[in-house]
């Protein structure tokens, strides 16, 4: 059992509103500054640069998390996370089914680069990335479960998606074990008015630039003997979904 400094909501240059600079290797590399040991990889309703992260963060010794920031249809983030890349890469092929396509105009809203291990270019998502899909905040969880991930309201302290400043709530129903707060400020308050005793609270940055990457990290205690990244990464989202480890 050891205690981890994390960050489990990181955007690359895939996320349209995310700098280009967010490749993965700089990702990698910033979190070994930063003392982040593990770190989620979380574009918009993708998970095509995650195998690119994966590579980067064997590299850089830190601890990888394959996952996607999904827009449900009621326009709330929800964090997605997995415990194995492929159950990602599965994920995100039928994430693909639910998406409503447009072109994305990279004048207006960016770039959405498609990254290998060295941060080549190797293609480029043509369609918009960050508006809703047509999977509901109710339907999240039972689509996750299937792949064996853990999901979560993202930054639910915050105006923008966030299921309190949409819904004006954060309903018991589905019952997510986990919430993201962007500030860990708020833990009390939140914890208080939001009745969340009895979930569990990760605090990331939501970094769109490197700079949005902090220097204090939250941290949470994972069981990881025998030791292997593989293990810490199942454990981790056992514990977010609520789990006895």
């Given at each position: 059992?050891?205690?981890?400094?994390?960050?489990?909501?990181?955007?690359?240059?895939?996320?349209?509103?995310?700098?280009?600079?967010?490749?993965?290797?700089?990702?990698?590399?910033?979190?070994?500054?930063?003392?982040?040991?593990?770190?989620?990889?979380?574009?918009?309703?993708?998970?095509?640069?995650?195998?690119?992260?994966?590579?980067?963060?064997?590299?850089?010794?830190?601890?990888?998390?394959?996952?996607?920031?999904?827009?449900?249809?009621?326009?709330?983030h929800v964090i997605?996370?997995?415990?194995?890349?492929?159950?990602?890469?599965?994920?995100?092929?039928?994430?693909?089914?639910?998406?409503?396509?447009?072109?994305?105009?990279?004048?207006?809203?960016?770039?959405?680069?498609?990254?290998?291990?060295?941060?080549?270019?190797?293609?480029?998502?043509?369609?918009?990335?960050?508006?809703?899909?047509?999977?509901?905040?109710?339907?999240?969880?039972?689509?996750?479960?299937?792949?064996?991930?853990?999901?979560?309201?993202?930054?639910?302290?915050?105006?923008?998606?966030?299921?309190?400043?949409?819904?004006?709530?954060?309903?018991?129903?589905p019952d997510y074990?986990?919430?993201?707060?962007?500030?860990?400020?708020?833990?009390?308050?939140?914890?208080?008015?939001?009745?969340?005793?009895?979930?569990?609270?990760?605090?990331?940055?939501?970094?769109?630039?490197?700079?949005?990457?902090?220097?204090?990290?939250?941290?949470?205690?994972?069981?990881?003997?025998?030791?292997?990244?593989?293990?810490?990464?199942?454990?981790?989202?056992?514990?977010?979904?609520?789990?006895?480890?």
């Open positions: 059992m050891s205690l981890y400094t994390y960050d489990l909501h990181v955007h690359s240059c895939l996320s349209p509103c995310a700098d280009n600079d967010n490749t993965p290797n700089n990702l990698a590399g910033m979190a070994t500054l930063n003392n982040i040991q593990i770190m989620a990889l979380t574009d918009h309703n993708s998970c095509r640069n995650c195998p690119a992260f994966f590579t980067a963060a064997k590299r850089y010794g830190i601890i990888p998390v394959p996952g996607m920031e999904l827009t449900t249809s009621e326009d709330i997605c996370l997995f415990p194995e890349l492929q159950a990602a890469l599965d994920f995100n092929d039928e994430v693909d089914t639910h998406r409503i396509r447009f072109k994305n105009n990279k004048e207006i809203f960016g770039d959405q680069l498609i990254l290998n291990g060295d941060d080549e270019l190797i293609g480029e998502e043509e369609d918009f990335l960050t508006n809703a899909t047509d999977i509901s905040y109710e339907e999240v969880p039972e689509i996750v479960e299937r792949y064996g991930g853990a999901c979560y309201p993202a930054h639910i302290d915050r105006e923008a998606n966030g299921v309190i400043a949409i819904l004006g709530t954060l309903p018991e129903e074990p986990c919430v993201e707060l962007h500030f860990m400020k708020n833990t009390a308050s939140y914890t208080e008015e939001f009745h969340l005793q009895n979930k569990r609270i990760v605090v990331s940055s939501d970094a769109h630039y490197l700079e949005d990457l902090r220097e204090e990290n939250d941290t949470i205690e994972i069981p990881d003997e025998p030791y292997s990244s593989a293990l810490v990464r199942r454990n981790l989202i056992r514990i977010l979904r609520g789990e006895q480890v």
